[in-house]
């Protein structure tokens, strides 16, 4: 549980700093951050609203992929990014020189890829949001699950852009970056973090 608690906070810190390098963020939160703008309601009530609605398909369809995890994720990450971009944004202000940006984009992905191997490695249920992959691989078998998630992440980047949010660079970098670097995190720390079971193995 305090891997898993500690993995949203990291994530939601990740999150945010990909938000003050402002070259775009993963589809999901782009989504989410740009319908935030678009309708002035606070970005953490609109993906709460957006969760809910992801976690009704999970509740009918997936409940397998329900646990602590999945609360923690769909309540209380959005606010842990607003906190922590309020304190970061506050002290640094906007970025102007792209290099410095680029280099915060980094920063963002190798924190953010920490929190998601905590959260993922504590297996305490997945977030609204990914179960919809998995639930529909379970659905449709023939179709693998990476053409459903690049497909779900797409469709999040499209209404994103429509809606005037950033996709770019930090768009690109999350799609194809977080897979390895959440890999590393899982080999050389995460595991470690974790209990062991009485066979040796983590739990």
Same mark, same amino acid.
């Given at each position: 549980?305090?891997?898993?608690?500690?993995?949203?906070?990291?994530?939601?810190?990740?999150?945010?700093?990909?938000?003050?390098?402002?070259?775009?963020?993963?589809?999901?939160?782009?989504?989410?951050?740009?319908?935030?703008?678009?309708?002035?309601?606070?970005?953490?009530?609109?993906?709460?609203?957006?969760?809910?609605?992801?976690?009704?398909?999970?509740? $009918?369809?997936?409940?397998?992929?329900?646990?602590?995890?999945?609360?923690?994720?769909?309540?209380?990450?959005?606010?842990?990014?607003?906190?922590?971009?309020?304190?970061?944004?506050?002290?640094?202000?906007?970025?102007? $020189?792209?290099?410095?940006?680029?280099?915060?984009?980094?920063?963002?992905?190798?924190?953010? $890829?920490?929190?998601?191997?905590?959260?993922?490695?504590?297996?305490?249920?997945?977030?609204?949001?990914?179960?919809?992959?998995?639930?529909?691989?379970?659905?449709?078998?023939?179709?693998?699950?990476?053409?459903?998630?690049? $497909?779900?992440?797409?469709?999040?980047?499209?209404?994103?852009?429509?809606?005037?949010?950033?996709?770019?660079?930090?768009?690109?970098?999350?799609?194809?970056?977080?897979?390895?670097?959440?890999?590393?995190?899982?080999?050389?720390?995460?595991?470690?973090?974790?209990?062991?079971?009485?066979?040796?193995?983590?739990?």
């Amino acid at each position: 549980m305090l891997v898993m608690i500690l993995g949203v906070a990291v994530t939601g810190l990740g999150i945010a700093i990909f938000r003050q390098a402002a070259l775009g963020t993963d589809p999901f939160s782009g989504m989410n951050l740009a319908l935030a703008d678009v309708t002035g309601i606070a970005y953490p009530v609109l993906q709460i609203g957006v969760n809910l609605i992801f976690f009704l398909i999970q509740i $009918s369809l997936g409940r397998r992929y329900i646990g602590p995890g999945t609360i923690a994720n769909a309540f209380f990450l959005a606010y842990f990014v607003d906190f922590f971009y309020g304190v970061i944004h506050g002290l640094l202000g906007d970025f102007q $020189s792209l290099p410095v940006k680029v280099i915060t984009l980094l920063a963002g992905l190798c924190i953010c $890829s920490l929190g998601l191997s905590m959260y993922q490695q504590s297996a305490l249920g997945v977030a609204p949001y990914d179960a919809l992959s998995l639930i529909l691989k379970d659905r449709i078998p023939k179709v693998p699950y990476f053409v459903w998630r690049v $497909s779900n992440d797409g469709f999040c980047a499209l209404i994103c852009f429509l809606a005037g949010g950033v996709v770019g660079l930090g768009t690109l970098v999350t799609a194809f970056g977080f897979g390895p670097v959440i890999q590393f995190f899982d080999r050389t720390l995460t595991r470690r973090m974790l209990p062991k079971r009485t066979d040796g193995r983590e739990k």
